[in-house]
């Protein structure tokens, strides 16, 4: 019985610094320091939500650039299906996947015979990535500018506004997020 009212108390105390005390410490300190990260990076438009810093849209207009593919369930950047697709790099699923995915590309830029940026067809390991290389943004340039009547020098010039550095300096590659991106170009149209 000493044993059980000792593993009891135990319990009850970690319970209460894990389950209630901890959580509320860690809630108060992010509401305060970094609200705007604690409370999904939310980006608003005319006081109206828009998507998240955080999480792709799906985007299939030629007049926007277009973020990295989804294979989450249910539906593209669904954040509660968030799973790569699992298919082998050798296996004929992905690879109709892919091709079906350089042909909407080709279908509306026939004209651009660079390579397609292996992020504008391949899905991030959660589905959900916001963001695009700076490669994968500028190789979108032709057929944005086709489709939206921005000039080719504008684009780039919001490609670089919306380019985010490697971490640190150091960490990563340069990357644009899509939706920034397509915000901003919607303010110039």
């Known amino acids: 019985m000493k044993y059980i009212k000792r593993a009891s108390l135990i319990l009850l105390i970690m319970t209460v610094i894990t389950g209630i005390i901890y959580p509320l410490t860690i809630t108060a300190f992010a509401q305060i320091f970094v609200p705007n990260k604690a409370n999904g990076s939310i980006i608003e438009e005319n006081d109206k939500m828009v998507g998240s810093k955080l999480i792709g849209q799906n985007f299939t207009d030629p007049k926007y650039f277009w973020s990295r593919p989804s294979e989450t369930q249910d539906y593209p950047y669904n954040p509660l299906g968030s799973s790569g697709s699992n298919m082998s790099p050798t296996g004929e699923a992905f690879d109709k996947v892919l091709n079906e995915r350089i042909k909407m590309y080709k279908k509306y830029d026939e004209k651009n015979t660079e390579k397609i940026p292996v992020d504008l067809v391949t899905a991030s390991a959660s589905g959900l990535d916001p963001d695009i290389s700076v490669r994968g943004a500028k190789y979108q340039v032709d057929r944005v500018s ?25 960490f990563g590659e340069p990357t644009v997020n899509v939706l920034q991106l397509n915000l901003d170009l919607e303010k110039i149209k």
């Open 146 to 170: 086709k489709y939206s009547k921005v000039s080719k020098e504008k684009l780039l010039e919001l490609i670089d506004k919306n380019t985010n550095s490697k971490l640190i300096g150091m």
